[in-house]
């Protein structure tokens, strides 16, 4: 059992926005703004899409943003398009005994 | 580029020992906390251990803190992950990462400084190595 509640699936059709959810307690999501979010391909490594809650690195489209309000935080993605389609798995930092703790993952599939 | 290239998977006995191995290039490694995190057979993401640039500081999880330790050479920008008694449930696409390079962090909520707490994330991962375990 991950340490992380997120649905274990979402779907969406081409164009529209779909949001995941992810919920923690105030050990670790509600008490840091040090939420991550993580693209996942079949059979390729994990590829950071949002830290901070909100921040996007270099390269990623805008159509993904992140937000948190109180011990959930949540990944939205708008304009869904094909290549959207995979794991996303949500990350927090948990304070300095668990350090840092994972989502389940969440299965993206854009009818 | 950036580039993390993991090595030294393979096929373990229970109870067995493997080290991993990961190889970085294109950034200067020994500023960076670098991770391990791994991934069993159609599972989610489990984070395994972290250390900092320096060496001087190291984390790990739950499950392996024990029998697992994490070191790098800085002088080769290499990064290991040693395993020890390991189990079936240890099976895995072994990652590395490399972390930020931000300041220490101070937990109000315990009252410590961490390298950890704004460092949490990982920015770069490499292709995994496979890590079987069976007998």
């Known amino acids: 059992q991950s340490a992380l509640t997120q649905p274990a699936s979402v779907s969406g059709s081409p164009g529209q926005s779909i949001t995941i959810s992810c919920t923690g307690t105030s050990s670790d999501i509600g008490a840091y703004n040090f939420v991550s979010w993580y693209q996942q391909r079949p059979g390729k490594a994990p590829k950071l899409i949002i830290f901070?809650?909100?921040n996007r690195p270099s390269g990623v489209s805008d159509r993904f943003s992140g937000s948190k309000s109180g011990n959930t935080a949540s990944l939205t993605i708008s304009g869904l398009q094909t290549e959207d389609g995979a794991h996303y798995y949500c990350h927090s930092f948990a304070g300095t005994s668990t350090h840092v703790v994972f989502g389940g993952g969440t299965k993206l599939t854009v009818l | 580029e950036v580039q993390l290239v993991e090595s030294g998977g393979g096929l373990v006995q229970p109870g067995g020992t493997l080290r991993l191995s990961c190889a970085a290039s294109g950034f200067a490694f020994s500023d960076y906390v670098m991770s391990w995190v791994r991934q069993a057979p159609g599972k989610g993401l489990e984070w395994v251990s972290a250390i900092t640039g320096g060496g001087d500081s190291t984390f790990y999880a739950g499950s392996v803190k024990g029998r697992t330790t994490i070191s790098r050479d800085n002088s080769k920008d290499t990064l290991y992950l040693q395993m020890n008694s390991l189990r079936a449930d240890d099976a895995a696409v072994y990652y590395c990462?490399?972390?930020?390079?931000?300041?220490?962090?101070?937990?109000?909520?315990?009252?410590?400084?961490?390298?950890?707490?704004?460092?949490?994330?990982?920015?770069?991962w490499g292709r995994g190595t496979t890590v079987t375990v069976s007998s």
């Open positions: 901070d809650v909100s």
């Open positions: 990462a490399k972390n930020p390079n931000h300041s220490m962090f101070y937990d109000i909520l315990t009252g410590y400084y961490t390298a950890f707490g704004s460092n949490y994330y990982m920015d770069v």
